[in-house]
């Protein structure tokens, strides 16, 4: 069993409000939501962060191409959304299985 929390929603051992799925990724809603649409995207195999990641440059790229199908699907393609990856402690890094949030819905502010 693995002690990744992120590993154990792509296994299924934890639950999670999945909006979309491919062979190499796994999309559902953030359960604290910093926006009306907040969707995290992670590969379905383990990877720490985003330069990790960067070694698989297909399952990087699934990422953003089912990010933008969700944002199509979430009606916010036209408004617009933000995509980011937190990596490390300065940037607030919490979960260390690499994953890219969608966020959009309303008019968001700085970056930070
Ligand atoms: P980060 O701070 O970039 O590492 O993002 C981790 C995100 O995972 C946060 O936005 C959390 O709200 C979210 N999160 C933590 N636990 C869960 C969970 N069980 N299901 C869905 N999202 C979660
Ligand atoms: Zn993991």
Same mark, same amino acid.
């Given at each position: 069993m693995s002690d990744c929390l992120f590993c154990r929603i792509v296994s299924g051992e %934890?639950?999670?409000t999945v909006v979309a799925e491919t062979e190499t990724t796994l999309a559902f809603r953030d359960i604290a939501p910093q926006a009306p649409t907040h969707v995290v995207l992670v590969p379905k195999t383990h990877s720490a962060n985003a330069a990790e990641l960067a070694a698989d440059p297909p399952g990087l790229a699934d990422l953003f191409v089912v990010a933008a199908k969700i944002a199509q699907e979430? #009606? %916010?393609a036209e408004s617009g959304y933000?995509?980011?990856f937190n990596t490390g402690a300065d940037a607030g890094q919490?979960?260390?299985h690499a994953h890219l949030h969608l966020l #959009? #819905?309303?008019r968001m502010g700085p970056l930070a």
């Open positions: %934890i639950p999670a979430e #009606g %916010i933000r995509l980011l919490t979960v260390f #959009g #819905g309303k």
